[in-house]
């Protein structure tokens, strides 16, 4: 099953290679994995998209804790959440083309933030799911660059990630 | 001269370090910044400083261009702090660990940048994989040109990152006091392991002197060791044990390290339940004790595997299920309830899914289970029990480890049933790798916890004879011996010069069998008896190389001289004698479950008929 974890994290030079480092050795996976600064210049927050079986994410969750940089560790995916990835995409739009590629941004309340002749690029956000289904919904060979930033979420309600 | 264990003190929240000794001798004292009156030192002075307030007796190092002014600063502190050259910076590092194993303190050492820091890597894995609190101090390039390829770089905190509890680069003087404290209390806290701090060589100059001030209160908001058992689960844990029917303890390293023999001893005793150990955990009970049914795993008893394979409740103290233990995951314990105590919650349900987990520091969890057995007044059963050791008995009846008395050859099993009787079981023996390894575990009955050192978890070849010098540089009047193999003896030979410069009279026991003979065991059961480079050609004659570096050399070949050997050996209590035991090449170890193979699948000694084991 996927699990999205959100950690935060000391802001030290190695926290970002012990994390990458451990999934490496230990042979789990990172589907994506986000870190930047938080309103606490000492914290960053990481959020890490991995599957495995019940138990692989217990370890994983387990191990995150022992490493000394983590601060502190929720699975979203315990609860209700919500979760939202950007993706920047540059497809072909020329000819019919064209029109048929805004239709399709509008339907998915994409938006379009640079336009050539013959290319658009959109901008789209939200889970990671809608990202994908606009890649396949995108008429074949017209995409010439995906840039996806990996998910982020925040649990819904009214309790914070904090110290 | 025995500090007070800094352990104790890590585990009251926040901290307490040793109060900051005035900072003697070099530096003269003058008003701090703030007005309060730190000494003001250089990051060289700071090191040393830090290390006497941490109580450090002894530093093992090798010096280099990157940790000059460190060692400039501990020329002028000699008399306060000891440092003992080694040979190799593996051999520090093995030495601190053996220190640290046999005392319950943290091992410290210190080299140099690029192959200082490379070297010491074999050693802090071996203390990593084993859980053992240990300080390395690396010195780095100086920080301006850390990452451009300089002479001696090399990426130490990346490369130890996967072999260390922690590791620091320490970038700015004024908090390098700070970070020497964080390593040695994440070192000895929670689960113990080592800790790297690299220095570069800018930050120890000695013209720039900052106010030291040693911090005696700490918190590290992200580390937080559990420091007792929960005790619901703990009275769940003292039912099921009362309930049992055939239990079984199973203990490990994690008993030794954190000290919890006494309160282990009087719980096994109170229960009367059987008890065996891990090759880590030997000596956190009384081996010689009927209840102890021997050490489990690849080279365990029979009966220890075998009421492994059978147990209904198997109560798991500071051991971690490691696949030499296991065997065959599948076949595991099939009919258990499993408890498991340990202080890192990371190595509950690891590899074994338990039934009834409790992450504390082992001794304290013993302790309360202890309480709360004596609080409710149970008893187990004592007519299951009954019934329960004599099917331990009976598996104890075909005496497993035995092996031919009679033979012409010296058996390495009668080289180390010798040395326990020539040392009255008064030793601490520190162990190389292979098969002289398994027979002083199988042949040598501790009746305390830290006398038996070992690499259980990398197996490294090599690690006996520094370790020696640690055990013996913090007991000097105690017996400490090597067992070793003609192989692993080479790894650090170079370290019978340290044994000598600090005459340090550890006896060196080498089962001389001419063999990797661990490896030509694999080779003959599971490769048809292709030896492939495993017979040891152009040994030295090792009594000869003993006497160059200063020592006693004896060697021994027939099993009648052997007793006489030993105790002429151990009746120099001043010297090295390093005793060449020549044993029969061709013995192996048994028992011997074959990797991938369940705990009841054993192989017994080719002398056994398969009637006996009916
Ligand atoms: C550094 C290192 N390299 C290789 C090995 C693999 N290995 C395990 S036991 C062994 C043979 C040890 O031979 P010896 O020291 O003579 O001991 P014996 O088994 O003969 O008692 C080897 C090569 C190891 N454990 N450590
Ligand atoms: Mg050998």
Redesign the interface.
């Known amino acids: 099953m996927r699990h999205i974890l959100s950690m935060l994290v ?1 802001n030290e ?2 926290a970002l ?2 994390i990458a ?1 451990l999934f490496s ?1 230990r042979g789990y996976n990172i589907e994506s994995l986000t870190v930047a600064p938080t309103n606490d210049p000492s914290l960053s927050r990481m959020t890490l998209v991995t599957s495995g079986n019940d ?1 692989i994410v ?2 994983i969750k ?2 995150l ?2 490493l ?5 560790l929720a699975d979203l995916s315990d609860g209700e959440h919500i979760e939202r990835e950007m993706m920047l995409i540059k497809v072909r739009a020329a000819g019919p083309d064209r029109e048929e590629l805004k239709r399709l941004t509008e339907i998915f309340r994409a938006k379009i933030i640079d336009v050539t002749d013959a290319s658009y690029v959109v901008e789209l956000t939200g889970a990671s799911k809608k990202l994908d289904a606009f890649i396949s919904a995108v008429p074949e060979g017209l995409i010439t660059e995906v840039v996806r930033s990996g998910a982020t979420g925040i649990a819904r309600g009214d309790k914070g990630l904090t ?1 | 001269m025995q500090q007070p264990r800094l352990k104790a003190q890590a585990e009251v929240s926040p901290v307490q370090a040793h109060p900051p000794t005035a900072a003697a001798g070099a530096t003269e004292q003058s008003a701090g910044p703030s007005g309060s009156s730190a000494a003001l030192l250089s990051g060289a002075e700071i090191t040393i400083q830090a290390l006497i307030d941490e109580g450090v007796e002894f530093v093992f190092g090798y010096p280099g261009g990157a940790v000059l002014h460190i060692y400039d600063a501990l020329f002028r502190r000699q008399d306060e702090i000891k440092h003992i050259l080694v040979r190799h910076e593996q051999g520090a590092t093995h030495a601190a660990d053996g220190y640290a194993r046999a005392t319950g303190k943290c091992g410290v050492c210190l080299v140099t940048s690029g192959p200082g820091a490379t070297n010491a890597v074999t050693g802090i894995a071996t203390a990593y994989m084993d859980s053992i609190p240990m300080v390395v101090i690396t010195g780095q390039v100086p920080t301006p040109v850390i990452g451009s390829d300089a002479f001696q770089e090399v990426d130490t905190v990346g490369i130890t990152r996967p072999c260390v509890k922690h590791n620091f680069l320490v970038k700015d003087v004024n908090r390098l006091a700070e970070t020497i404290r964080k390593a040695f209390f994440i070192a000895q806290s929670g689960r113990p392991g080592p800790v790297v701090v690299d220095v570069p060589k800018d930050i120890t100059d000695p013209s720039i002197k900052v106010p030291y001030d040693y911090p005696r209160d700490l918190r590290i908001r992200s580390y937080n060791p559990a420091r007792r058992g929960h005790l619901g689960q703990i009275r769940k844990a003292v039912e099921a044990m009362v309930a049992a029917k055939r239990p079984v303890f199973y203990t490990g390293g994690g008993a030794v390290l954190d000290d919890a023999a006494a309160p282990l001893t009087e719980l096994v005793r109170a229960l009367g339940f059987p008890i065996t150990s891990t090759l880590m955990g030997l000596g956190a009970y009384p081996m010689t004790d009927p209840q102890f049914i021997g050490m489990l795993g690849m080279h365990g008893t029979y009966e220890a595997n075998m009421a492994m394979h059978e147990t209904d409740c198997l109560i798991a103290i500071g051991a971690r299920f490691d696949d030499r233990v296991t065997g065959k995951i599948e076949h595991f314990c099939p009919h258990a309830e499993i408890i498991h105590v340990d202080v890192d919650p990371s190595s509950i349900s690891k590899t074994v899914k338990v039934h009834i987990p409790i992450v504390g520091p082992v001794g304290s969890v013993v302790t309360d289970m202890l309480g709360i057995l004596r609080g409710m007044g149970g008893r187990p059963d004592a007519e299951a029990l009954a019934a329960w050791w004599a099917q331990v008995d009976a598996w104890r009846s075909i005496q497993c480890l035995r092996y031919d008395r009679e033979s012409a050859l010296i058996k390495p099993q009668l080289a180390v049933e010798t040395l326990y009787q020539v040392t009255n079981g008064d030793l601490y023996l520190t162990s190389d790798v292979g098969q002289h390894q398994m027979f002083a575990a199988q042949f040598y009955p501790f009746d305390k916890p830290r006398r038996w050192i070992n690499s259980g978890g990398l197996g490294t070849m090599g690690f006996g004879l520094p370790a020696a010098m640690g055990v013996q540089l913090a007991f000097p009047d105690a017996q400490v011996a090597c067992i070793s193999g003609e192989a692993s003896i080479l790894m650090c030979i170079q370290e019978l010069a340290t044994c000598k410069q600090y005459d340090l009279p550890i006896k060196v026991i080498l089962l001389n069998n001419g063999y990797m003979g661990m490896v030509r065991q694999w080779q003959e059961f599971f490769y048809e008896s292709r030896y492939a480079h495993s017979y040891v050609d152009a040994l030295p004659d090792f009594v000869a190389l003993a006497d160059s570096f200063g020592h006693v050399g004896m060697r021994v070949e027939r099993p009648g001289d052997l007793e006489a050997a030993m105790q002429e050996a151990f009746a120099m209590k001043d010297r090295l004698v390093f005793l060449d035991v020549v044993v029969d090449p061709t013995e192996n170890v048994y028992p011997m479950i074959a990797a991938g193979k369940g705990q009841h699948e054993m192989h017994l000694p080719p002398t056994m008929s398969e009637r006996e084991l009916a």
Not at chain 1, 68 to 72: L, N, P, Y
């Open positions: 000391e030079s190695g290679s012990r480092g050795a138990d217990e370890q387990k191990q804790n022992k000394i940089d983590v601060v502190k110290l």
